[in-house]
Each structure stands twice: as C-alpha cells, then as structure tokens.
C-alpha cells in the first residue's frame, strides 16, 4: 500500500495547497476571501480523498467523496447567498424584491 512517486508527488502538492489555503483563511483580509479559502480547503479535501482512494484501490470511497462535494456545493450556494445580503446597501432590494 506504499504510494507511487506520482501519488506522492500529488499528496504533496495537496498539502501545500491547503497550508496556502490556511493561509488564507487566517490572514484574510475580507470575509470573501475567508468563504473562498473554506471552499478551497473543502475543494483539497476532496481531491485528497480521491488520491486516498486510488492508494487504498477502494473504489467505494469515491461514494464519500460525492457525499461531500455535493455537501460542499450547497454550502458554496448559501455563502454566497449570505454574502450577496451583507454586502447589499440597507433599503436596496434585490432582484428578487428581498
């Protein structure tokens, strides 16, 4: 169960990845910046899931994987929902007339 050179090099690369990502959830300086960086963490995990699977040679992780990108879209909609309603100007309605 020892990773190829290749998975190795992908492991590495995830792991830089999110200590940017970190970087960027910590340091900021907007909440935008901060909902992108979870999503970017979120984004890493999955793709270290992916790589974990292919180690393991189990398949039927993938099925976690699904689970939580769709998890991790919706959670991506509804940041992007409460910052669409915090960012707006008080007395100005959307599109939507909220």
Do not use: K
Not at 18 to 26: D, F, G, I, Q, S
């Amino acid at each position: 169960m020892n990773p190829n050179p290749v998975e190795s090099a992908a492991l590495t690369m995830l792991a830089i990845s999110a200590t940017l990502a970190v970087w960027r959830l910590l340091r900021g300086p907007s909440l935008p910046d901060r909902v992108l960086a979870v999503d970017t963490l979120a984004t890493i995990g999955l793709a270290f899931i992916a790589v974990q699977a292919m180690v393991a040679g189990r398949a039927e992780i993938i099925d976690v994987g699904i689970a939580m990108a769709l998890i991790v879209g919706l959670a991506t909609v509804a940041f992007a929902h409460f910052l669409e309603r915090s960012i707006r100007p008080p007395g100005e309605e959307g599109e939507d007339g909220r």
